[in-house]
């Protein structure tokens, strides 16, 4: 059994594994990789972005559920990061393109180049990265191998 998007048991939400990177684009924003490796620190670098300067934590969440403090929201819930299915779905350069482009028909604006620099951006995604994995992870055990 699969868990939806937002934690709900049964078989995962077909609109949640469906690209957000128009068909024209996405072949190309599969083939950019994460250029930082994901250590601790790198990770560590992210998840401070992540609840500060880029305010991802507002709609995503502390925990990346999606659940966060999300005042005026217009559309579907943010993103579930500990989505697994999702997870494996969503290249790294899918989601880079998001942060640079937004996701059209939801309310995730671009943040690249106004919020983050794109080395902040491939941090954050190491962090967002980190929820996706199989139990939960503290600052001390934070390393995972690509």
Known sequence: M????HGVAGAADPAVLKPRVPVDQIQEA????????????????????????????????????????IPGLR???PRNFTDRAWQAART?????????????GTDMAPFIPLV???????????????FGQSSPKTSSSLHYEK
């Open 2 to 5: 699969l868990l939806s998007s």
């Open 30 to 69: 599969k083939t950019w990789h994460n250029p930082f490796p994901s250590t601790t620190d790198n990770i560590e670098k992210g998840k401070h972005i992540f609840h500060g300067k880029a305010f991802c934590v507002t709609c995503h969440g502390e925990d990346g559920t999606g659940l966060g403090n």
């Open 116 to 130: 983050l620099t794109e080395e902040e951006a491939w941090k954050v995604l190491l962090y967002v990265r980190s």
């Open 92 to 104: 790294d350069g899918e989601l880079f393109w998001i942060l640079k482009n937004g996701s059209p």
């Open 75 to 77: 559309g579907k819930l």
